[in-house]
Each structure stands twice: as C-alpha cells, then as structure tokens.
C-alpha cells in the first residue's frame, strides 16, 4: 500500500472555529481523504496548530516545519501534501514576501532532496479574512497578514513549478470561517479532500 504523508497546520489538524476542538476524523479533510482512498493508499496525518513553515516558532520544533519535517522523512512516503504558510504571516514574524519565498523553498527542497522519487502536492492557503480582526486569533494577525495572504500564491505557483510538484489554490475550493478569519467550517474540509483526490 502506498503512503501519504499530509503534513501542515491546524487547517490539516482540522481546527474546529466553532470551539477550537478538533474536528472528528470523518470531518476534517486528511480523514475524509483516507477514506476516499483507503484501498490504495494510507494517510499519515501530521497537522499542528500554529506550526510554522520556515520561521522559528517560540513553542518549539514541533510547531516549526522546517525542524520537525526531518522527523518524518526518516519513514519513506510515496506522495507528501504540504500545507503551511499561513502562520508565518503572523504579525510576530513579518516576513517579506521575498522571506516568504525562501522559507516555502527550503521546505520543498528538503523534500525533494530527502525523497527524490517522492511525489508533492503544495496547497496554496485560503485567504485570511476581515474576520480575523475581531476574532480569538486577532493578537497574532493584522491587516498586514490579511494583505500578504492574498498575495503568496503565485509564490507557492512558482515553487511548484521549479520542483515538479502538483499545485492547488484553495482559494479556488474553500473560504476561511466568517468566524475566526482562519480556519475551515465542515463542509469545506469536504471539498478540500475532494479536489485534492483528483490530483492524486
């Protein structure tokens, strides 16, 4: 059977805005995914909340992608889905979108270079909403990251095209929670796992 490694944040942890719980199996996308496929594939599902693609996190490697991304390719994955980006435009890290570009492109080239007969699939993040301002989350973003958000995926576009890998804008399948800004209601766990089948 071949192995998917889903590897991102709380979106793929399956974050539930309504109480900050996560989202049972069946309902959030990495789930609904391995149940799409269950015969051919199995899914390893390694969301986190607040986890960080590239810039250093103040909770630790676990919450930094680039630290803990090493932890997981000791095993051997057929395809890895990368999910992240969103929580480096907190405003704590305000990177440039030239940072921006470099930290998605460490990420990628360490796949790459750890698994080159590993197939990637990158997910370009659904916009941050207005929302977010009047939300639990709005001490960690601002309009700053609202802003940035709409302008990083051409940048995941371009990185995908550079390594060979399947791209998918979610802003073309799902929109973020009128409730926090952020994360995904039910329904649009659903699509998400979706389109995503389709690519695999």
Known sequence: MKKILCFGDSNT???NPHNG???ERNSRWTGILQNFCSEKYEIT????????????????DIFTG???????????????????????LQKFYNPTLTDFEKGIDK?????KNKLPSGSIIILSPSHINENILTSNFRFMFDKNSINK???????????????GCKFLDLNTVANTS????????KNEHKKIAQSIIKLI
């Open 13 to 15: 942890y399956g974050y």
């Open 21 to 23: 719980e996560r989202y």
């Open 45 to 60: 599902e390694a969301g986190c909340n607040n986890r960080t693609a590239f810039s250093d996190n103040m909770d630790g």
């Open 66 to 88: 680039y630290k803990i991304l090493p932890k997981y390719l000791e095993n051997y994955y057929n395809l890895i889905i990368l999910a992240l980006g969103i929580n480096d």
């Open 107 to 111: 990420i990628v080239f360490m796949i």
């Open 149 to 163: 958000s709409k302008q990083i995926t051409p940048i995941y576009k371009k990185i995908a095209e550079k390594y």
């Open 178 to 185: 009128k409730i926090d800004g952020l994360h995904y209601e």
